[in-house]
């Protein structure tokens, strides 16, 4: 890995988080390895906080850089779009809602806490630009040190984690709901501008388009043996999710639109585990690219993108009616009217996004399952050759034959 990047002033930053504690000095390293992320610099910071009382204290911080070092991924993750966006969750909308739960006396245990906490952040070393720029930051609590550890993209969630996850998934959706409802001036100003509808075609041009369908066809025909209807069905489920990518129609409100992360797989996802080694507690992470849509989004492409197939298999109806029932609790438990939240409606909702989710998973499988190495070592090398490098690997086209195989059994997008 290339040296890591220096962070200008980040006491300027973090001192207003530290209860009056001031930051003497910090340590920096990298966090992820290259290939377990793609849109930005992860930065393990051990900091020498100085507190109140005089006592010198370690902090464990995460710093998140824009793509600083990758001039490719600047122009496919627009940091001008998902910094803010990013930001928004921790300054605007996690501090929203905790007061609303707050505000709805809900007891403690019930409150959603899957957010780290934030230690400030800045688009700008000039406190007075309006335009994202290399100094941008993101300071959060590292959740690591608090005993939080990150998925293993190479295992698929199983039962006990795909149920946990789904639970806590459903009160991350309903709660912004529920702020749409009782506080709709702080929504609107607050949290809604801050959610646009992200392109990431616009940062590739029209031979990158074309080779990352070209890669993903490809990939489908190996592992179907390649059966027509279902390459022509992706190539035709796949064109959608570019026109769904390229759509500038403003998203109309509707029962479940919310913030929808939009990239929830496992990178995405820490969890916590009790004594005897099962998960308890879930933190959701990498908020870039999350924008006002339908929460069957995250739903769908959660369980086709990180839970094993087996799961899938056997327990998908299961999944689905306990996603729908956690989310009407938190409604409920928010005093918001759920009659018109049918589970035959939500289900009506899910087939009509599915489509777009499953041709999102056909995509990310060969990021998701990369094999080690057709990975640099170094990050500022990385691109997104790492698709056409691993089409064919035994475990993407196994996981894409049984994509293609489940879309099929639940009716998401090939007729029988």
């Given amino acids: 890995m290339s040296e890591v990047p220096q962070i200008i002033e980040l006491a300027r930053v973090v001192d207003p988080f530290l209860n009056g504690g001031k930051l003497i000095s910090y340590t920096s390293r990298y966090l992820t390895k290259t290939g377990e992320n793609y849109g930005s610099i992860m930065l393990a910071i051990t900091a020498k906080v100085q507190m109140l009382s005089g006592d010198v204290e370690e902090l464990a911080l995460v710093a998140k850089l824009p793509p600083i070092t990758n001039d490719y991924f600047w122009n496919i993750f627009q940091p001008e779009r998902t910094s803010r966006t990013e930001i928004a969750i921790y300054k605007y909308v996690a501090p929203a809602l905790r007061q609303l739960q707050w505000e709805m006396e809900l007891d403690e245990e019930e409150i959603f806490d899957g957010f780290s906490i934030y230690y400030g952040s800045r688009i700008s070393l000039d406190p007075d630009s309006t335009r994202v720029d290399r100094n941008a930051l993101l300071v959060q609590e590292n959740l690591q040190a608090s005993g939080f550890k990150p998925g293993n993209r190479e295992k698929m969630f199983d039962l006990s984690h795909a149920k946990l996850i789904l639970k806590e998934m459903a009160k991350y959706h309903a709660l912004p709901i529920a702020l749409r409802v009782k506080k709709p001036q702080v929504f609107e100003e607050d949290v809604r501008p801050y959610f646009q509808h992200f392109n990431m075609n616009l940062g590739f041009g029209e031979k990158e388009k074309t080779q990352l369908e070209k890669d993903i066809l490809e990939q489908v025909s190996i592992a179907t043996n390649n059966t027509d209807r279902y390459v022509e069905g992706v190539r035709e489920l796949y064109r959608d999710l570019q026109k769904y990518r390229d759509s500038v129609d403003e998203v109309k409100d509707n029962l479940y639109t919310t913030i929808a992360h939009c990239d929830l797989w496992i990178n995405n996802i820490m969890l916590k585990y009790d004594e005897n080694g099962l998960p308890c507690k879930v933190k959701f992470v990498d908020f870039q690219i999350s924008q006002y849509d339908s929460s069957a989004h995250d739903v769908v492409f959660f369980l086709f993108s990180s839970v094993e197939s087996a799961v899938l298999d056997q327990h998908f109806d299961e999944l689905i009616s306990l996603y729908y029932q956690s989310f009407l609790n938190c409604l409920n438990s928010l005093k918001i009217p759920t009659e018109s939240y049918s ?39 990385l691109d997104l050759s790492v698709m056409s490098k691993n089409v064919g690997k035994e475990n993407i086209t196994k996981r894409t034959s049984d994509i293609i195989r489940l879309a099929e059994k639940y009716n998401f997008f090939l007729s029988n």
Avoid: C, N
């Fill in 343 to 381: 589970y035959v409606g939500f289900l009506k909702e899910v087939h009509q996004r599915a489509p777009i989710q499953i041709a999102t998973a056909l995509f990310m499988v060969k990021i998701i399952l990369a094999d080690h190495s057709t990975l640099p070592d170094d990050y500022k090398d």
